[in-house]
C-alpha cells in the first residue's frame, strides 16, 4: 500500500462490525473480504437489514469498524483518527444518498460550490456551475432544494459529489427515493460521469437493473459478501 496511484481503490481484510442490543452482541457484518480496483463499477445487493448500508459507511470512513481492516485509496482507514478520516473523505471520497442530503438554506449552486470551497478549490462559481448544466439544471442554479422536485435535487446531489473530484464514489441507494422516468436520469448521469472522469463508483440498491449496469455485482447475506451469481 506504499501507493494510492498503483494500490486497489479499496482492499478490505476480515471486516466485523458488531453493535451491543438489548438483547447482547449482534453482528451485522462478519468477516467481510474484498478488493475493489481503480475505476471499477461495483454494485451491492441484498435484502434489508442484511448490512449494505453499514458496510458503505464503513468504506467511506462515515463510521468505524469493530474489527478488520480497509485502505482506502492506499491509506490505512483503520489506522486513522476522525480528523484525518475527514481529510481523506475530503481529499478522496464522495457520496450520495438517497435522501440527498442537500443543505435546505444554501441554492442548489451553494450546494455545489460548497465541497469546491472546503477543499481549496480554484474557481467555485465556475465550477459548480459547468456541473449543474452537465446534469441539466442550468435553469435551477437558483433554486433551494425546496424548490426543486426529487429528481431535481438528486441531481444536484450528484454533482456535488462529483465537485470536489473524488477518485471513489459511493451512493447509498441513489435512485431508491425517484420515479422511473428520474431514476433512468440519474443511472445515466451517475454512469457517464463516472466513465468520463475515471472515478471509482461503488453503489448500494436494491434496483438489479442498475446493478447489472455495474462491471460488478457482490450479494450481501447475513452480514457476509460474496460475488453474485
Request: proline share 3%; net charge negative; with cysteine.
Amino acid at each position: 500500500m506504499t501507493s494510492s496511484q498503483s494500490a486497489p481503490a479499496i482492499v478490505v481484510r476480515d471486516l466485523n462490525q458488531k453493535v451491543s442490543t438489548l438483547d447482547g452482541t449482534l453482528s451485522i457484518l462478519d468477516g467481510i473480504n474484498m478488493q475493489i480496483e481503480q475505476g471499477q463499477s461495483v454494485a451491492i445487493i441484498g435484502s434489508s437489514g442484511a448490512g449494505k448500508s453499514t458496510l458503505l459507511a464503513l468504506l467511506a470512513g462515515l463510521d468505524s469498524a469493530s474489527e478488520g481492516e480497509i485502505f482506502l485509496a492506499g491509506k490505512p482507514l483503520h489506522q486513522l483518527d476522525e480528523e484525518q478520516r475527514a481529510a481523506l473523505r475530503s481529499e478522496s471520497v464522495g457520496f450520495i444518498f438517497q435522501s440527498f442530503m442537500l443543505v435546505d438554506s444554501l441554492t442548489a449552486l451553494e450546494n455545489v460550490m460548497l465541497p469546491i470551497e472546503l477543499s481549496g478549490g480554484k474557481d467555485p462559481y465556475q465550477q459548480a456551475s459547468q456541473l449543474l448544466q452537465r446534469v441539466g439544471l442550468e435553469q435551477r442554479l437558483d433554486h433551494f432544494p425546496n424548490q426543486l422536485s426529487g429528481g431535481e435535487q438528486q441531481r444536484v446531489a450528484i454533482a456535488r459529489a462529483f465537485a470536489s473530484k473524488p477518485t471513489i464514489l459511493f451512493a447509498d441507494e441513489p435512485t431508491g427515493n425517484l420515479d422511473h422516468s428520474n431514476s433512468a436520469k440519474v443511472e445515466e448521469l451517475l454512469f457517464s460521469l463516472n466513465r468520463e472522469l475515471g472515478t471509482t463508483l461503488v453503489l448500494v440498491t436494491h434496483d438489479l437493473a442498475l446493478a447489472q449496469r455495474c462491471q460488478r455485482q457482490l450479494q450481501m447475506q447475513a452480514g457476509q459478501l460474496q460475488e453474485a451469481q
